[in-house]
């Protein structure tokens, strides 16, 4: 049973870049069938995709994110991660990581517990 | 991107009772649809993916039907553990979308 981790700091300054690491237990990330997902969830709001990375290390990200989403594999230590530069309030949310079954009906099956990160002075 | 509409934003009911949630994508999906249940604090739950395809442990009071660009979850018979909030997700771009939300609270 995979098992998906995040971790980061909890608070964040504007301007400054966010940044959090899944670590996958019972899987390998290398894995051909799944894309590593990261999704987000504003305060009371609903869930919003940011983008995902292929074990290939191909990534894709929200449209409306691009400019400041990163998602990078480390194959060493089983972990994935986000980098989300120029945060402001409204980058804060509760951050969830995730593994997609992307095979003949994509779903989510696997999530993180989700860690909330504030922006904040 | 494709655009997805819940409806309704909250639905209040009884136990007991037969709900249905309605996702509308923007543009056609196929069958790309997957449903999740999310309850205050903790992660969304998969319940259906393939539009009707069952997740295993999932109760079968739950249903999902649909295509194109209309696509319903369907809970027969409301238990106390289903008061929860539901999202739906197109899988047909590669850049996902969820909607935004159907709370189904207790009338």
């Known amino acids: 049973q995979v098992q998906l981790q995040e971790s980061g700091p909890g608070l964040v300054k504007p301007s400054q870049t966010l940044s959090l690491t899944c670590s996958v237990s019972?899987?390998?990330?290398?894995?051909?069938?799944?894309?590593w997902s990261w999704i987000r969830q504003h305060p009371g709001k609903g869930l919003e995709w940011l983008g995902y990375i292929f074990y290939s290390g191909i990534p894709y990200y929200n449209p409306s994110l691009m400019s400041r989403v990163t998602i990078s594999l480390d194959t060493s230590e089983n972990q994935f991660s986000l980098k989300l530069t120029s945060v402001t309030a409204a980058d804060t949310a509760v951050y969830y990581c995730?593994?997609?079954?992307?095979?003949?009906?994509?779903?989510?099956?696997?999530w993180g517990q989700g860690t909330l990160v504030t922006v904040s002075s | 991107d494709i655009q997805m509409t819940q409806s309704p934003s909250t639905l209040s009911a009884s136990v007991g009772d037969r709900v249905t949630v309605t996702c509308r994508a923007s543009?056609?999906?196929?069958?790309?649809l997957a449903w999740y249940q999310q309850k205050p604090g903790k992660a969304p739950h998969l319940l259906i993916y393939g539009t009707s395809t069952l997740q295993s442990g999932v109760p079968l009071r739950f249903s999902g039907s649909g295509s194109g660009t209309e696509f319903t979850l369907t809970i027969s018979g409301l238990q106390p553990d289903d008061f929860a909030t539901y999202y739906c997700q197109q899988f047909q771009t590669y850049s996902r979308t969820f909607g935004q939300g159907t709370r189904v609270e207790i009338k």
């Open positions: 543009q056609r999906i196929g069958t790309l």
């Open positions: 995730a593994r997609e079954n992307y095979g003949l009906y994509p779903r989510i099956e696997d």
């Open positions: 019972g899987d390998s990330i290398r894995s051909g069938s799944y894309y």
